[in-house]
């Protein structure tokens, strides 16, 4: 099962060895699993007095945070990403790491600081040159839905050509980017894969890779949301049974682990909650006493950058409306991560604690569920205007609870009044 790789002070000079090093360990028992697999293990305990806190379950990157799950790397401050770049015997490749690498960053870096509000930093170390894997591209037989023997010998044989030049235990995040002309590559393969029992190498265990397999340009924002996983956040797209049909009636454009594509991108308050780049000073727990109870919050747009070094004001409204849920309420605004965002206002969703990734364990309350926005920009159009606007006033449906947006201040908050 999968452990957290802790975040520390990590040796400079990108890690690439002149050196010849051996592969520690055989792949005893390997089985890859896919990111929508069942991953649970020990908790960092934390203080968390919050009675809005859901705790985390066994569901597959559960949406509980009153623990820290320590077979995953928490992004805080930093971390060390090495990029291995592999090419194939059967196709010359057209393109270069570097032309490769700037894909991804510093984009991608860039993301996750402005989602963080310069808590934690992402910081690549890419590789010079491309690293040849010993089998043609088709014979592994690359697919979303790969075979495991297929994956696991693509896998072993990967870090068995990059051991010699990289030095592994200088990393906290693998990733593996394949020649995207390569004829056997198909894009749609990009996933992060977790082991059942880690590899091995230069000392160091291998908990989880990240397999690259885009075209080139890529897909915006895909490095991003494959690295969310890492961080034991979950997929909140709907997969059809059939791939065919709307992936995206959960959270539509709001978040990134939604979709990569979405117009307001920035990740969840919830999210930045249980990442630690929200701390108990930027939540209000609203807990109700009685029928008609008010509560006025003033909320910070959530994507807005830091004032004075921290990120300033409630961003996060939390209810709790039973045992393994919640209603969360952040405003979403035209800026940051969300500066192509469709709409503006207040934002509402259901979290639940028991519901494992892929499955819905995010899902968007639509404040206009009889109008939809910028169809042909937006991942899905019935919910890109799903936030509730200024002099606007909604009842969540099944909760009881109305959510009215009183005005919107001159700094760009929002006034927003919950009736319970």
Known sequence: MERQLPSRDL?????????????????????????????????????????????????????????????????????????????????????????????????????????????????????????????????????????????????????????????????????????????????????????????RADGTDIRRIVTVFEQHPPDRNVLAHETGHVFDLPDLYNRPVDGKGDWDTHVGDWDLMGSQFGLAPDLFGWHKWKLGWLDTRQVACVESVGVGDTTLVTLQPLAAPPTRGHTGGTRLIVLRTGKNSVLAIEARAAVGNDRTTCSEGVLIYRVRNQTASGAGPVEVVDAHPDTEACRGGSVYAPLADAPVRVGESFTVPGEGVRVQVMDRTGSGAWTVKITT
């Open 11 to 199: 040796p400079r000079g990108g890690g690439w060895s002149p050196h010849t090093r051996r592969l520690a360990a055989a792949f005893t028992s390997l089985a890859a699993l896919a990111a929508t697999s069942l991953v649970a293990g020990p908790a960092i305990a934390e203080s968390q007095p919050s009675p809005c806190v859901l705790e985390r379950t066994a569901a597959h990157h559960s949406e509980g945070l009153d623990t820290w799950n320590d077979h995953y790397p928490r992004p805080e401050r930093h971390l060390d990403a090495v990029m291995i770049f592999l090419s194939f015997p059967d196709s010359e490749p057209r393109t270069t790491p570097r032309e490769l690498t700037a894909d991804y960053f510093p984009a991608t870096s860039q993301f996750f600081e402005r989602a963080s509000y310069g808590r934690f930093a992402l910081r690549p170390h890419p590789g010079r040159q491309w690293v040849e894997m010993p089998q043609d591209s088709v014979s592994y037989e690359i697919e979303r839905d790969w075979a495991p023997e297929r994956r696991t010998g693509y896998l072993r044989d990967a870090i068995a050509v990059a051991d010699p030049s990289v030095d592994f235990g200088q990393y906290d995040i693998v990733y593996l980017v394949a020649d995207p002309h390569a004829p056997g590559v198909d894009s749609d393969a990009t996933k992060v894969v977790n082991f059942d029992r880690p590899m």
